[in-house]
């Protein structure tokens, strides 16, 4: 990628998300680097404005975000010059496209960037849950009153318990680095991780029944595929100690979350869970007031100032088109198909 001149740049993403993405030292850094209006967001590149189809026909990069608009083959036609995606945000799959790689468009993302505050949520979570907080804090409410904290709790601790991680992905294995310091036993299960990669990473590779019997807590970490739907059904759900602590940040489908309300109905398991299958649960879904369920709205991810971290990452990229070199962190179409 050879560029003699400041790249055009349409920004192209949902309402409300320019304005969160943006502040004010971006649109000056954005504003050195393209030759474009950082002030156009494309909202809807299927049905643009007549300014919109303007700078999209004279665009050489679109800087994307939530909501962009897919990139079908009648949405390039409007985009002869464009050679470049610049995604400030994780998956680029709800709007790269087949026709996006037949035109041998480069594409980036800021997944890296957006793992590191899922990784976070979960490494707190997985420390909370080792020394029991969401139960005694629920005991403590329920009594008011002094207790032998000690007897009660005399199981609870993170000296040598067992994690289980499910998918060496980006924010898996940042969970991995953020363990290391701690005497934890780590397994991991990802069947395209070799026992060398394992090694590499510290890890002990683990069949997932394995993985699932032997945890004291299990997070997720594996992406939204066909493959993937209900991986923790209720089988593999049974397997689990009785006690254990089950972490989802991943995306709701990969537990089959009828037979996992069973188990925390009973009080037999724990959960600590940022999504859902729906992503909101029913207002009368026992999740909201279970006293062995965290339940939160997808907050892991990037929000409130971590955004700007997404938007850093993708004007890194895009100073590096500018000025003619490879992305540091492309897309590669060929990974699609096993990552999120």
């Not at 002869?80 to 995606?85: E, F, G, Q, S, T």
């Not at 945000?89 to 793992?115: L, Q």
């Not at 649960?281 to 907050?299: C, G, K, M, R």
Request: aromatic share 4%; charged share 20%.
């Amino acid at each position: 990628m050879r560029s003699a001149q400041r790249p055009a740049v349409l920004l192209a993403m949902g309402p409300g998300i320019a304005e969160r993405l943006f502040a004010d030292r971006h649109r000056d850094r954005l504003t050195t680097l393209a030759r474009s209006d950082p002030r156009l967001i494309a909202h809807d590149l299927a049905a643009p404005t007549p300014a919109v189809a303007a700078a999209l026909a004279e665009a050489d990069v679109l800087f994307t975000c939530w909501g962009a608009t897919p990139l079908t083959p009648k949405v390039l036609e409007r985009a002869p010059r464009l050679r470049a995606v610049v995604h400030a945000a994780g998956s680029v799959k709800h709007h790269i496209t087949d026709a996006c790689w037949e035109r041998g468009i480069a594409v980036t993302s800021a997944a890296a960037a957006n793992a590191l505050p899922v990784a976070e949520y979960t490494l707190a979570a997985i420390l909370l849950a080792g020394k029991y907080v969401l139960r005694s804090a629920q005991r403590y409410e329920e009594l008011r009153a002094g207790y032998d904290w000690r007897r009660e709790l005399d199981s609870a601790g993170n000296y040598r318990r067992t994690v289980g991680i499910v998918g060496a992905s980006r924010i898996g294995r940042r969970v991995l680095e953020l363990l290391r310091p701690f005497d934890l036993q780590v397994l991991l299960h990802d069947p395209y991780v070799t026992a060398a990669d394992a090694a590499a990473l510290g890890v002990v590779p683990t069949g997932l029944d394995e993985l699932c019997g032997r945890s004291d807590i299990v997070t997720i970490h594996a992406p939204q595929l066909p493959a993937t739907h209900h991986l923790l059904d209720a089988r593999r759900l049974a397997l689990l100690p009785d006690g254990a602590t089950l972490i989802n940040t991943a995306r709701g489908s990969l537990i089959d979350e009828q037979a996992l309300l069973a188990e925390l109905v009973s009080g037999r398991l724990h959960a600590v869970l940022d999504v859902t299958d729906p992503e909101v649960p029913p207002a009368d879904s026992p999740l909201y007031t279970l006293p062995n369920v965290l339940l939160t709205p997808h907050i892991a991810g990037s929000l409130g100032n971590e955004l700007h971290r997404l938007t850093d990452r993708a004007l890194d990229e895009l100073e590096r088109f500018a000025a003619g070199l490879p992305f540091a962190d492309p897309v590669h179409p060929g990974t699609l198909n096993h990552s999120a």
